[in-house]
């Protein structure tokens, strides 16, 4: 059973919808040209690296979008597509095309991947999930750790430990047990 039909004012369409489109394009155009200008060959500290995720991991905050629906897709979706589309939306029987802001955000920012190669060419700046994988891969090949320095490491944290046997004086103890069961 289908719920009401909402009906969406072209005022939204025209003050929310199309600036969104807008204004997350042009920042990945600008995006592009000032990463262009301040570009250098900076060599990546593992340290830095290793510390930065690491903070990063303890900044972690969750935040409750609390969201309403900005747009319609003109084509009809299925109910799997709803929990992607309408994130921060708490109502049920609304029909899974309506999307709200923040999803129509991050449409737009995977969705213009193409017009940005169309327009910047194919090694351009602007393509956030390029610029995330380049992260990813850039932290995991950096600097290879060198394995000398860790295996040196390992080594001298096994001189220090002293090792005590759990069982070093087992004979005498039996022995003793033995003496003690045969005299009672």
Not at 2 to 28: C, K, N
């Amino acid at each position: 059973m289908a719920g009401p039909e909402l009906l969406l004012d072209s005022s939204i369409r025209l003050w929310v919808v199309l600036p969104i489109v807008f204004i997350t394009f042009f920042v990945g155009v600008l995006r592009h040209y000032v990463t262009q200008l301040i570009h250098n060959d900076k060599k990546v500290d593992l340290q830095q690296v290793s510390d930065s995720y690491s903070l990063r991991f303890l900044n972690v905050t969750k935040q409750k979008y609390n969201d309403f629906p900005k747009t319609k897709v003109p084509f009809p979706l299925t109910l799997r597509f709803k929990p992607m589309l309408q994130r921060g939306i708490e109502l049920i029987s609304l029909d899974a095309s309506w999307v709200s802001s923040a999803s129509w955000y991050f449409l737009n920012v995977f969705g213009l991947r193409s017009m940005y190669t169309l327009i910047l060419g194919q090694d351009n700046a602007a393509d956030q999930s390029r610029i995330m994988q380049d992260q990813m891969t850039g932290a995991a090949m950096a600097m290879p750790p060198d394995p000398n320095k860790a295996f040196k490491s390992e080594w001298e944290a096994l001189e220090i430990v002293e090792h005590k046997w759990a069982l070093e004086n087992v004979e005498e103890e039996l022995v003793q047990l033995q003496y003690k069961t045969t005299l009672f």
